[in-house]
Structure formats: structure tokens, C-alpha cells
């Protein structure tokens, strides 16, 4: 890690909004924060780091590295409140019940009440006998003085919070639509057309694409979960409105409350949340505001048990949409991924990368993932067509470990060999080279990567059959592109680009044409 990487996080991590804008490109900045935390005790990256375990590689990832958990025991003691706060908040967010007892000793002992309400939560979040135990019994003391009303209040709320994470009541279910209404699907970046083909190839009409999505219109929305090259659903209400928490609200009750209500299964009130995307000015209060204006007997505000998510995502000159994204309609598509590494790829992405080359595989293929990770490819693969033969190669016995708890759970027949790529010799030819490659920028390193490439690409005639085909998914786009010029027998079929977490990776489709063997009349003159 570079010093100057190191220097920019911990700069943006004390800025306003810094942390918000580095969670954008949370692959650009995990190893970054996990630097200042493990090695310089930041508060600011402890913090960080507890927002990206929202998302469950990170999570998984934070909870083997922080196996012993020292360094989160270490925190939650420290002289400094903001680490003591944010190492709760970690611990919360990694959801493991035998912290219990350190977060409850913890809140005993803490002298900040601005640190408590963290406290509480997380305990409610790691939940375990002992956790209800002590928040059922647990008593908010009472403000010593004006100033700590606003604490009073968090934690009164946090506690209310916390039980019923540990008592929580069941979901409700999903009563279906009465009529067709419009629905939203969100494809990974610029690849909206391998979306639309997917669901014209499932007899689903598209009404209108392009390049980050498609909108269709369905009375059974669980049928569109047919497809796999999207990686959300949401319903729009209102486009263009003020982004006015008054606005919103209005919008809202006549839209989003109806929705809720024909749709939920059972007896009020129905859980919300409300999601903000974009730079929105003093977002908490913009929440916070819209929350006040919608709960009722009906909609009860309920950030971390939900029905439904009202989405409000930002447009041009203080405009935005309001959606409705619906999670009572259960989506198991990608419950096989159990396991996940920082760099691993969205499986709706894998889905769409590989229908991008989809008139150029077959039925029956051999196929080959030389950087397998996590599998996701692979396992991916396997549901777009019967396979003959699946591998995955990986150097890592990590990554490895991932790919056969997430292939076990895909019920997947892939064979896994933990070896260098590069001195992976194939039984037989491959159909089909198919694979994630370490990006520069978060594998490795691009001087690495540059020697790595050229290895790679020579080996691609060794792994692949005259005709076959290789679809190549990186971030080292200008890179790959030069060391794919310097094969003429690498015959460029497709080109494309697409988004991950705020990089532009790129797409290459390959096919491999044998060249004809120099006999020896062609060899040249000065030969010997």
C-alpha cells in the first residue's frame, strides 16, 4: 500500500462527506482503510470500514480478518470516544453473537452518551440470548442536563431498534399485483441490451431499454427472476418532482402508501425505509423530515426490518424520481453466493459479461476459469447452458475456499485446482476461457499485472481449441488491449465496457484461429 493512497483516504475520511463519496468505489479504498485501522488505531476508517460490512464480501471479509478480534477489543476500550463509538458500530455490523458480552460491558462502562446509542444498537444487531437478556432489562438514565436530550432520544430510539431486531416480528408477504403495473429493472452499466435479449428469450416484453436497465410491464413481477443479467427491481411513482422533503412526502402518501398497502399480506402497520442516491445536501434531515411526514397507523419507519424501500434518487437542476422497491417478492437467484472476495464480481454482471458473447458459445462446452476466485463466473456459466466440463484455477487456497462453499450451495459440478494460471497445463483443449482478471488497481499491482497479461495471453492458444472462444473481463483495459495486438491469431469478435463500484471495467470477446503450421519449404532462407 503506497503511502500517498494511504495519505488520500485518511484526508477524505476527515472530510465532509468523505467517507460517503469513498463508499462509491469501496474496492479503490477497503485495503486503504483497513491500513489506517489495523496499523494506525483511525477512528475516521474504523468507522468507514463498519459501513462497507453492510455489504456482504465486505462483511465476510472484515469477519476473517478480525477472527481473533483483538483489534475490535482493543477499539471498543480505547481513550478515544469516536473509536470506542465506531468500533461498536463494527462490531454490530459483523453481526457476531459472541461480542455480546464485550458491547455490553462496554455501554456499562461508557461515560459519552453520544457513544450509546451505538452501543445499544449494536447489540442488538449481534443479538444472542444474552443480548436480549440485557436489553430487555436495559433503562435509558435520564438527561443530567439540556444538552443531553438529543442523546436521550437516540438511545430511547436505538433500544426500541435493537429489541425488536432481537424479537422481530415476520415480514409480510408478498399479495401480488391486481393489475399490470411498470417495472424497473436495473442492469449492471451499459449493459441493458444483453437484458432486453434475455427476457425476449423468455417470452417477457420489453417495453423500453437502454443502456443501465429495461422497463417492462407485469401483473407477476416473481416471473422476471427467470432472468439473471439484472441486479435490482424497483416500481416507479413520480418522476422529476422538487427534492423537497414536503414534496416527496405528498408524492408519496398518494403513491408509495397505496402501493404498500395492495401489496403487503396481513395487519398494519407495513415497515419502511427510505434510501437517498445522490450528493443530496444534509441527507439525515432530509430523512429524517420525509420519515416524520409519512409514518401513520399505516407506515411505520423501520430502517433495519423492512417490507419496502421508498428510493429517492437524485436528478439534474434539484429534481428527483421516487421508486418503490418491494422486498416482500423473495429474489434466490444469487442465494448460492455464501462466500465472497473483495474483487469478486457481481453474479448479474457475470450474467450479463457472458450474454454478451452468447451467440458464440455452445451447448456442451469446456470451460475454463483461470482466476476462478469466488467461482461467480463459473457458476454463472453453468446456468446459461449445460457444460461438459467446468474448471476453475486459482492461486489462491483463500479464493478457493470461497469458490466450494458458493459452488456446493449453487449445487454446481465445477472441478477446482488451487496453481499458478500461468503453469496450468489442460488435459484437453477448452471451448470456452472465461474470467475475471486481477485489476491493477485492486489485485496486484499494473507493473505486476503487465508481465502477468503477457503470460496470460500467450497461454490462451495452449488452453483453447481452434475456434474457440475467450471472454475477458478487466479493468486493465488499455493494457490487455496492446498485449491482445501483438497475437494474430487472437481475432478481436466484441468489445464492451461496463460499471463496478466506480471503475469502468472493460470486455474483451476472443476467438482463437490456429495458425497454419510453417512446413518447411516455408521456413526462412537463413534457418538452420
Known sequence: MFRGDLDKIRASLLTPGGAQRLEKTPEASFEAAWVLFERENNAAACGFLSRLAKKKKYKDELNARLYDRRLLYQGIKSDDPKMRKNAARLMGALQQERDASVLIEALKAETQRYARASMILSIGAVGGDEAISFLEGYEVAPAADETENKHVSEEREALRVALRHVRPVEQHKFAGFKRDIDVELRSPKMLGAQLAAELEELGITVKRRWGDGVLVSTC?????????????????????????????????????????????????????????????????????????????????????????????????????????????????????????????????????????????????????????????????????????????????????????????????????????????????????????????????????????????????????????????????????????????????????????????????????????????????????
Open 220 to 528: 407477476d413481477p416473481t416471473q422476471l427472476f427467470d432472468a439473471r443479467c439484472f441486479h435490482e427491481m424497483l416500481i416507479p411513482l413520480v418522476r422529476g418532482i422538487r427534492a423537497d422533503a414536503n414534496v416527496i412526502a405528498a408524492h408519496a402518501k398518494h403513491t408509495f402508501e397505496p402501493l404498500i398497502c395492495e401489496t403487503c399480506e396481513g395487519e398494519k402497520p407495513y415497515r419502511f425505509r427510505v434510501e437517498l442516491r445522490g450528493s443530496f445536501t444534509d441527507r439525515e434531515k432530509l430523512v429524517r423530515d420525509i420519515v416524520d411526514k409519512l409514518e401513520s397507523e399505516t407506515l411505520e419507519n423501520s430502517p433495519s426490518f423492512y417490507d419496502a424501500e421508498l428510493r429517492i434518487e437524485q436528478q439534474k437542476d434539484d429534481r428527483c424520481d421516487l421508486y418503490a422497491k418491494l422486498y416482500m417478492i423473495r429474489d434466490s437467484r444469487f442465494d448460492y453466493r455464501v462466500r465472497s472476495l473483495p474483487a469478486s464480481i457481481h453474479p448479474a454482471t457475470a450474467a450479463a459479461v457472458l450474454r454478451l458473447a452468447y451467440d458464440e458459445l455452445k451447448v456442451g462446452a469446456r470451460v475454463l476459469d483461470p482466476f476462478c476466485g469466488s467461482g461467480t463466473m463459473l457458476i454463472e456459466r453453468s446456468k446459461l447452458s449445460p457444460c461438459s466440463k467446468l474448471t476453475g484455477v486459482d492461486i489462491t487456497p483463500k479464493a478457493l475456499e470461497a469458490a466450494k462453499a458458493n459452488i456446493i450451495a449453487a449445487d454446481a459440478d465445477i472441478e477446482l485446482v488451487c496453481k499458478d494460471c500461468i503453469k496450468f497445463r489442460a488435459e484437453a483443449p477448452y471451448d470456452e476461457v472465461i474470467t475475471n482478471m486481477p485489476f491493477g488497481n485492486r489485485v496486484g499491482s499494473h507493473i505486476n499485472n503487465t508481465r502477468l497479461y503477457s503470460d496470460f495471453v500467450d497461454m490462451l492458444p495452449k488452453w483453447l481449441k481452434d475456434g474457440g472462444i475467450a471472454i475477458l473481463y478487466t479493468m486493465e483495459y488499455t493494457l490487455l488491449k496492446r498485449t491482445i495486438a501483438m497475437h494474430e491469431e487472437l481475432e478481436l469478435v466484441a468489445r464492451g465496457k461496463t460499471e463496478a463500484g466506480g471503475l469502468i471495467p472493460g470486455i474483451f470477446i476472443l476467438r482463437y484461429n490456429a495458425l497454419p503450421e510453417q512446413t518447411e519449404d516455408e521456413a526462412p532462407e537463413d534457418a538452420e
